[in-house]
């Protein structure tokens, strides 16, 4: 994967005239020294730059069609011989038009420009000769010495060079790169962090030599060299040296040299470009405005045929393409941009979804269509916080509400005036069987011994941290380790009295309730691996001298190693239903001899060259056979408020998730469970791990044969599937009620999204709150960010930022569908009013022996489509078929959108119908009517239509609103008002008379009427789904 996408990176940059990377020299604090140019160490979100905003938003609105012809239809107006009216009616819309739009590209570029300053204006502390000094992200440079304090984001690629730890190393959080909960312990140079202090690294002479940058980020090849000590110093460097941008110190404060910076960070080389998307609605319409351009082209050519052809014919069919250009209305595209604007205001006005913002104001309308949700993990469906939930002893539980009579059990053992704890826990094992109290203790004391946890102590401003240290202080000390589920075992462990107060490479102190600090040595510790799925440590208790060996792990692997019982499978598979991550924990009691032999054989297999993995991994197993099962723990990674509620109204409303993590297979399963992503009554099938052709093809079909049943997936297995058999592999998950896709890499994720366009041709949408998930969010065709405690990043990139998932539904069920069908009523209205006045000239024009004459002048036609009918039509946003709360509570409405009706070719006919209807009639009308003047038709049948428009828009909507009477109160006193100023067009005193009156009213209802029986008739017997529910 990686060599593949790296030679495409290449061609990439060969053809934007960029070098390729190539491996570099890198001196300690000397960034003048490179042998190459770098990038700047910038983040760039933005589409276009200073110089490219106007060609690029130009281009982009004029590779439509749509505004291309407006554009060629007003240049057309410079040729005299073309010319029908004043320059204005054609170049004031359609000035109107680009303003609009450049003023809020323009909005929205400088909103990211401000958020990109922000994160390009965190200060460092940077090492130079000089002493500390501060410095902006953005003005680091490679081979600058950068410091960066606990908690700090790191902020360009780095080698880890020291650390202000104890111990020597230093844990990262990395859920920003890689999604993964478990934090990574990572190593500085040996020979730096030997050094006295960190100003030392000024004095040496050593650089390191690094790989050209690439988009791996789980590996890293370099070397460390010193070359002023004798011998000279070299190191091989490795992934656990690094510390890569976007990823969070979690302990200490660190010293590191940066290696790559700008667009070279491998957290940027992750991501891709954004790109403008464009809303398939808008597609919709674009193709809409084709129909209507060939109409205009027949309408024209029939007219000129109609003419025998006679003359400058082709001057005349020009003429007449001009004449008919209504047929397009400008209006629309200007509607729809102002529409768009409106929904996000409405959107960041909701009080029910707070935070809410809506970065790219131009796809609205997506979210009224989506079909495909693909949600990230950690962060985004859980709160990344592990809570311990239940403790079984086979024969009892305990969850949190019965936690204090485990606490009671650990008092009693502790405080009974007797021998310690583990000869009393001997000597009535002998008897009967151990009392309960002693059970817990045991399961106890394993769970506060079996583990990687190490306290820290810092100062808290009242104790320093060396004091906190010696009396272990409780209020000082904070855990570390890789795994959030350790730590909260640890934690539990000190709620009911057993606390973990100290711990080095040799040695655990325990705190027991009475105080007395009980002391273990380490004898050996078994570090858990992805392969073996397990952990142990072998300690001696320094009061007894009692060695046990303890053990926990997933209850695959522990079912075989600990002594039979009956409850095991079944609590395990219970407690993995209600979402809870299971380990079982043993133990098993060495004498010293055994223990001995153990160690003899364990070194010797350590020092064998061949084989040495299989040899220790032996030797190991042989101490892993009948040991005593203690309990089993359920920790739960807190899922965000609301998830399921959220993932049931979703699924309801047609959409199917799709959950893709970084995280590992086991936490993506028991997460997809807690969250009812799969329901209970639904199997899962988790796709075996495959290397090759061979494989794939034999578990694709074996996942065939499964039907109703949820996906699990690696990534690994993935990549092969989709390189052999994209189609199939496709085509069966999107069957699929579920999908989880697990350890899965940033550029995956996007890949998958891809994917899911091209083969179904549905909508998708991105939901995530991580560095990682970027180019997801990006490539969806909605990209929403949710605003992570760890940052900002996916918010940042996408479309649109929520603060918590739970707030989707609400987007999606209700702004969503609103902005669909508001903008697909709108679309059609603006649509039908312009071939009103269309039909009207070309029934006027065929009357009159086919003159290019126009019927309207001047001031009429531009004030028909905007001062007389603006106002009206636009408040057609303002429209909604159902309550929000109905919206929330029945998302089958949802549903109905996904066949795309509001907008289809059957309900533009249908406009396009009573658009000629209602033309024809008040132009026929207007001519049967008229008595002696040309000018009267003008008036009656222009008074007509303007009233005609006004009462079809009350036709058209479906919940009034203050707003809506406003417009149409308005815009009837406008054309009332303004006939006192149209005397070149309408005889103002034959408006007065009673003729005038009686005639108008007669065209506009038989225009009117016949459809708004229609729309009783309709209502009454074949009603909206929506209609039912409002009743």
Same mark, same amino acid.
């Given at each position: ?170 844990? &990262? ?69 690094? &510390? ?19 667009? !070279? ?18 597609? !919709? ?208 462990? !000190? ?474 109160? &308005? ?61």
């Amino acid at each position: 994967m990686d060599s593949k996408h790296r030679g495409g990176c290449c061609e990439c940059l060969r053809c934007c005239g960029r070098r390729e990377p190539r491996p570099r020299s890198v001196w300690l604090g000397h960034p003048e020294k490179r042998d190459q140019r770098y990038p700047r160490n910038v983040i760039n979100n933005q589409k276009y730059n200073f110089f490219t905003f106007l060609p690029g938003v130009l281009f982009n609105q004029f590779k439509y069609f749509f505004n291309l012809y407006f554009l060629l239809l007003a240049c057309s107006q410079f040729v005299v011989e073309m010319r029908l009216g004043a320059l204005y009616t054609y170049w004031v819309p359609l000035g109107f038009v680009l303003a609009v739009t450049v003023i809020r590209e323009a909005a929205e570029e400088l909103r990211c420009y401000m958020r990109d300053k922000e994160v390009n204006s965190q200060i460092y502390s940077k090492l130079t000769a000089r002493g500390t000094v501060k410095v902006k992200s953005s003005n680091i440079q490679v081979g600058d010495l950068i410091i960066v304090e606990k908690n700090q984001r790191v902020p360009a690629d780095m080698i880890f060079l020291r650390t202000s730890e104890k111990n020597g190393s230093c844990f &990262l959080r990395t859920d920003q790169l890689d999604g993964e909960t478990d934090w990574k312990l990572r190593l500085p140079v040996t020979c730096t962090q030997r050094l006295p202090t960190a100003s030392d690294l000024l004095q040496i002479r050593s650089y390191v030599y690094a790989e050209e940058p690439n988009i791996d980020i789980h590996n890293f090849v370099g070397t460390f060299t010193r070359e002023d000590s004798d011998p000279p110093v070299n190191e091989s460097l490795s992934i656990e040296n690094t &510390l890569w941008a976007s990823t969070v110190i979690a302990s200490g404060t660190v010293v590191g040299v940066v290696l790559y910076t700008g667009r !070279e960070l491998r957290s940027v080389m992750n991501t891709s470009n954004p790109r403008s998307k464009i809303g398939l609605f808008d597609l !919709e319409v674009n193709c809409l405005t084709k129909i209507l351009f060939g109409a205009l082209v027949v309408v024209s050519l029939v007219m000129v045929a109609l003419q025998h052809f006679a003359g400058r014919w082709y001057l005349q069919i020009i003429r007449f393409l001009l004449l008919f250009s209504n047929i397009i209305p400008i209006s629309l595209r200007v509607n729809l941009d102002m529409g768009k604007i409106v929904y996000s205001w409405v959107i960041r006005r909701d009080s029910k979804i707070p935070g809410t913002v809506v970065r790219s104001s131009t796809i609205p309308e997506q979210l009224g269509r989506i079909s495909y949700l693909l949600t990230d993990k950690t962060g985004t469906l859980t709160q990344n916080e592990m809570v311990f939930k239940r403790l079984h002893l086979g024969t009892v539980a305990y969850g949190l509400d019965s936690m204090d009579e485990v606490q009671s059990h650990i008092f009693s053992i502790y405080t009974q005036p007797q021998d310690p704890p583990a000869v009393k826990g001997l000597s009535l094992a002998t008897k009967v069987r151990r009392t309960m109290s002693s059970r817990v203790h045991e399961a106890v004391k394993a769970i506060a011994l079996c583990h990687n946890v190490t306290p820290v102590y810092e100062s808290n401003g009242v104790t320093d941290q060396a004091e906190a240290e010696r009396h272990y202080e409780d209020s000082c000390r904070v855990y570390q380790a890789s795994s959030p589920d350790e730590v909260a075992l640890v934690q539990w462990t !000190e709620s009911v009295g057993l606390t973990l107060v100290g711990r080095d490479q040799s040695s655990v102190q325990l705190r027991s309730p009475g105080g007395h600090i009980l002391n273990f040595t380490i004898l050996q510790i078994f570090p858990f691996t992805y392969e073996s799925k397990r952990m142990g440590i072998i300690v001696r208790d320094e009061s007894t001298g009692e060695i046990t060996f303890y053990m926990k792990g997933a209850d695959v692997v522990m079912a075989g190693i600990v002594q039979y019982n009956d409850w095991l499978e079944e609590e395990c598979g219970n407690m993995a239903r209600e979402g809870l991550r299971v380990l079982v924990v043993a133990k098993k009691s060495l004498t010293e001899e055994q223990y001995q032999d153990f160690e003899a054989r364990y070194v010797q297999a350590k020092l064998s060259v061949h084989d040495r993995s299989l040899k220790v991994a032996t030797v190991i197993e042989s101490l892993e056979m009948e040991m005593e099962l203690l309990c089993l723990t359920g920790v739960e990674d807190q899922l965000q408020t609301d998830v399921r509620p959220t993932l049931e109204t979703l699924r309801n409303a047609g959409i199917k998730v799709w959950m893709l993590t970084g995280d590992k297979l086991e936490t993506a399963t028991c997460t997809a469970k807690n969250a009812h992503l799969v329901t209970r009554t639904q199997d899962i099938h988790i796709f075996r791990l495959v290397t090759n052709r061979g494989e794939a093809h034999l578990e694709l079909n074996a996942f065939r044969r499964k039907h109703d049943c949820a996906l699990v997936i690696s990534g690994d297995s993935l990549e092969v599937c989709l390189k052999y058999y994209e189609y199939e592999f496709m085509e069966l998950a999107c069957q699929c009620p579920a999908v989880v896709c697990c350890r899965c890499a940033p550029t995956q994720k996007a890949q998958i999204v891809r994917l899911l366009q091209e083969r179904t041709g549905k909508l998708t949408c991105a939901v995530g709150d991580g560095g990682n998930d970027v180019s997801m969010i990006q490539e969806a065709d909605c990209g929403v960010g949710v605003e992570g405690k760890e940052g900002k990043q996916a918010s940042l990139a996408a479309d649109f930022s929520i603060t918590q998932f739970k707030h989707l539904g609400r987007l999606l069920m209700v702004h969503g569908r609103n902005s669909y069908k508001r903008s697909a009523a709108l679309s059609q209205f603006v649509i039908h009013r312009s071939l009103c006045i269309s039909t009207m000239q070309a029934v006027f024009s065929s009357v009159f022996y086919f003159a290019s004459v126009p019927l309207y002048q001047g001031f009429l036609i531009i004030g028909y489509s905007t001062i007389y009918t603006m106002f009206p039509v636009f408040s057609l946003v303002l429209d909604k078929d159902v309550k929000s709360e109905v919206a929330m509570l029945y998302p089958e409405l949802y549903k109905d959108l996904l066949k795309g009706r509001p907008l289809s070719y059957k309900t533009f006919l249908i406009w396009v119908l009573i658009s000629i209807y209602q033309g024809s009639i008040i132009m026929y009308g207007a001519l049967l009517l008229f008595e002696s003047e040309f000018v009267h038709i003008v008036a009656i049948s222009f008074t007509s239509l303007i009233l005609t428009e006004l009462l079809m828009v009350a036709l058209t909507i479906q919940t009034w609103h203050w707003l809506m009477i406003v417009a149409e109160l &308005l815009s009837l006193s406008c054309y009332i008002a303004s006939l006192v100023f149209l005397h070149e067009f309408i005889d103002v005193y034959f408006i007065a008379t009673l003729s005038f009156l009686w005639k108008v009213t007669v065209i506009t209802l038989v225009s009117c009427l016949p459809l708004y029986v229609l729309k009783y008739l309709r209502r009454r017997f074949s009603p909206p789904s929506y209609s039912k529910l409002t009743s």
